[in-house]
């Protein structure tokens, strides 16, 4: 069980106590990982939350990369450790190289915040314990650079090991193959582009993020 | 001595008067030096002094018992209970968004986000109401999508969500577009802080931004000066400043941080008048002086000269007022958020503002620090009514091409396009987000992220054709447009804050649209029993010498008191009665200033149907009350276009359409008759309702049935709503979508 989840802080962050209250209602641990410490405070898995790390100045995640915490989170990783990268948070994981491809602008070249409709396509990782494939969830989008893109090859290794986690039903931003979130090849590593802790209370229009940050709880 | 200059070009040049020189020379009893011209000259400017609205500005009211801060802080601040505090700000960035527009907004953002964390609140929503020249016209659709790209790259990068705004486009505003912006934060009461300096010997710290030559003499060169079409507009841009949101985010996130920590006993932001502005404010304010060493300001560039560095309005700077033993302290928490820190003045007790060249250095610029502030001149422009106003009101505003169908769906518009680019979601307290009446915010704790089972409102509304029509009545009825919207997400009213655009106070025609709609909004408030707290005053709205029409735009805020479900969204169910509330329209009710009149039939003018303000108020408490009860399957307001707009974009929203009885003539279809909601009650409820509505004296008409697939006026308008829903979904994005050119 990963109760306690360590949740990552650049300077730039923004999500990151959305990401920390969503947690904590679902009587999870949370901690604050400063970017500057290398010291994970042995927490049991890692949210990297959305923002703009460092101004995502340069580029997306591009500065994130050289912080002194992500060095501890890519061996944690590597270890089997449970990561999730959340919107600026994902485009960090692939900057460090835990996950494949890229994040480009939104093929509408605009900034893109809505409600959006994604679809489980694999379960095998630390997002989908709960999940069946063919489940449809409500998560908002919040970015610009969303787009995914990778190598032909690399999406076809990606689909034979059933590392695509969610594809868009409605495809919002250009994103190969309808991609919102990937995983690592032993499913402990996901990325994704939709905020899940902005869909855990009715009153704010969906609660279809707490499967997924339970699953991260259970992981 | 004599009072006049050697040189009259040099104050002349600054934006200062000949009076106004002499005004300085009978304070200082002596010439001022070019820098202590520099610095009247920004302080003693319109956006500064407010010195051609003070006069008409004090017949608002202002004060209520949950009024904590009112206007002349940085931010109003109000009570809302739990030992929680709200701080609001709008402000105006015109003038430099008409100049570059991304810059423009951007910096505008940035601007009205300091003021609110200068109050101790952490930010937590923006609202961007916005106005822009004709959608045809390429350089309006070059200014609106630059400035909406501002709001977005700025906003969503300082991560502070934009949860509400308005995008309006007229002929009126071709050349200078009206970027106004609002902030909200929140912030534990025992944390509120003000900006003064005391305590002699403590220290003047200046966080932040280096300073550098960007922005020198904005608030006197660009905001108190119109424009015209010559090439001299295009030698302000260096005037224009550059926003960095990161950096603001850092300097947020460490002010917060030192506030926290009990360090800081006064902190002022840098905006409009640079340092000269932040030390003898915080001074005066304080009763204090200080001496501030202009060698220790650190600058972006080499050999800035003392006036630049005291005038610059280089953005994403804060000067904090601290004692001496926790420099240390302030030290580690700005290097720890990367953001410089640097000693460049000490709190005195002279009373004196004195600008040296190292501490111990020469003395530049010596001034008693309060005159920069207090002794600004205070005008009591001419004012005057318009020559032809008797004829005007007379104008018929329905003549025109009628064509009921046709002018619908002219007349809808989807904002998406604009809010789908700001994350208006971050914090996670959107209960009601953009493209709504209201906007609803989850009010929780900001000490522990609890929440407080309550609810808080936003709305910010304008109209310059009822206020071209007629200043007095329009404003109040912008005033009831903006407590109604709250309304329809259940909330009833706390405080309001302005932003008065109007066009060159040297012309007696604006100061009396000014004095008309300070006294329509004065009375509106009185009303609503909702206080100005804050404001700003934008004037030289002008562009070849023409005024913009009066554009007061006002931001409301409401609380909701039991926030468990979301409020009734506005689209219609299906089978379900369709109720008009309201003030009824007078039997040969007006189109005047209605959006019909103005961009179908072609009259600006005629006179505006009558506005009952009491019954506004009566029913807006009621719709509030029936949404907290949850009696309600929708709810709209009626505003621009009309019933038939209103009746369109509940019918869009959900997909359902509506049997209207009668209303199927152009005048019933799209007059702005003010105080009218749209409400939708379940037959269950219904006898129980009207009988509610008619104990609060609220007239309630049955006009029709929702439900169908077609919006339906009598017997012959008959519009399937999915041809509403292309017109009013294609609108914004065929014409800023696919790009535009820069002429």
Known sequence: ?219 | MSPAPEDASVHRALGLSDDEYQRIYELLERHPNHLELAMYSVMWSEHCSYKSSKIHLKRLPTQAPWVLVGPGENAGVIDVGDDIAVAIRIESHNHPSAIEPYQGAATGVGGILRDIFTMGARPIAVMDPLRFGPIDDPRSRWIAEGVISGVSGYGNSVGVPTVGGEIVFDETYKGNPLVNVLAMGVLPTERLVLGQASGVGNLAVLLGASTGRDGIGGVSVLASAGFDESSEDIDKRPSVQVGDPFEEKRLLEACLELLDQGLVSGIQDLGGAGITCATSETASRGGAGMDVDVTAIHARENNMEPFELMTSESQERMLAIIKPEDLAHVEEISARWEIQASVIGRVTGTGQLRILDGFDGDVLASLPASTLHDDAPEYKRPIAPPADLGERRAQDASQGPVDCINNLLSLLRDPAWVYSQYDHQLFLNTVVGPGNDGTLLRLRNPRNGQETGRGIALSTDGNHRWCHVDPRQGTAMVVAEAVMNIACVGAQPLAVVNCLNFGNPEHPEVMWQLAEAVDGMAEACVAFNAPVIGGNVSLYNETNAVDIAPTPVVGVIGMHPSLTTPPPSIGFPPNASLLLLGQVPDTDVSLAGSQWAWEIGGCKDGTLPTFDLQQAVRTSQFVAESVQKQQLLAIHDIAEGGLAVAAAEMAIDSGFGAQIVDHCDHVSMFNESGGRFLAVVGDELLDDFLKDAKRHDVPAIQIGRTGGTSLNFGTEIIIPVSELETAYRTELPEALGLGTVNT
């Open chain 1, 1 to 219: 069980m990963s109760q306690r989840i360590g949740v990552v802080r650049f300077p730039g962050t923004n999500c990151e106590f959305d990401t920390i209250d969503a947690i904590r209602a679902l009587d999870g641990e949370a901690e604050v990982l400063w970017h500057g410490q290398s010291d994970l405070k042995n927490v049991d898995a890692i949210v990297i939350p959305g923002g703009f790390a460092h101004g995502d100045y340069l580029r997306c995640g591009a500065i994130a990369k050289f912080s002194p915490v992500m060095d501890s989170i890519t061996s944690f990783a590597e270890d089997g450790g449970p990561v999730l990268g959340i919107c600026n948070g994902f485009q960090v994981l692939t900057e460090v190289g835990l996950l494949p491809g890229a994040l480009q602008k939104n093929a509408g070249m605009k900034f893109l915040c809505s409600m959006q409709q994604i679809e489980f396509a694999s379960t095998s990782n630390v997002l989908g314990q709960q999940a069946s494939v063919g489940d449809r969830l409500m998560i908002p989008i919040n970015h610009f650079e969303g787009n995914y893109v990778c190598a032909p090859e690399v999406l076809t290794e990606m689909e034979a090991e059933n590392r695509i986690v969610f594809r868009y039903t409605d495809n919002p931003n250009g994103s190969l193959a309808d991609i919102a979130g990937i995983c690592n090849q032993a499913g402990n590593v996901v990325g994704m582009m939709p905020h899940p802790e902005r869909a855990t209370s009715r009153l704010l229009g969906s609660t279809d993020g707490i499967g997924l940050l339970r699953s991260l709880l259970a992981a």
